[in-house]
Nanobody, 120 residues
């Protein structure tokens, strides 16, 4: 099994920035990709970005150019740097991981989520 723990959520004003982190533990050798999703109240969960073991990335159009995913300095950790935040970015942000090879939305393992609130 793989455990994922998100951190870094909080309250920020529109135009500001936040950096989320996701730390993986357990059978980390089985992970090929880690990524981020979000779910706003009353909406479906939305894929945002994925980062693979080989360093490849993919982004949803809604966040391309504003959000950046990458490998953190901390071991087995990926981050999501969010810039130019908008009130519509308010959501619970989830980390996910996958063992399957390929550049696609990961969905084998999930974190508990961290709240991001952007005030206008």
């Amino acid at each position: 099994q793989v455990q994922l723990v998100e951190s870094g959520g909080g309250l920020v004003q529109a135009g500001g920035s936040l950096r989320l982190s996701c730390a993986a533990s357990g059978r980390i050798f089985s992970i090929y990709a880690m990524g981020w999703y979000r779910q706003a109240p009353g909406k479906q969960r939305e894929f945002l970005a994925v980062f693979t073991k080989g360093g490849s990335t993919m982004y949803a159009d809604s966040v391309k150019g504003r959000f950046t995913i990458g490998r953190d300095n901390a071991p087995n950790t990926v981050y999501l740097q969010m810039n130019s935040l908008k009130p519509e970015d308010t959501a619970v942000y989830y980390c996910a991981a996958d063992s399957a090879y390929g550049l696609g939305p990961p969905d084998d393992y999930w974190g508990q989520g961290t709240q991001v609130t952007v005030s206008s």
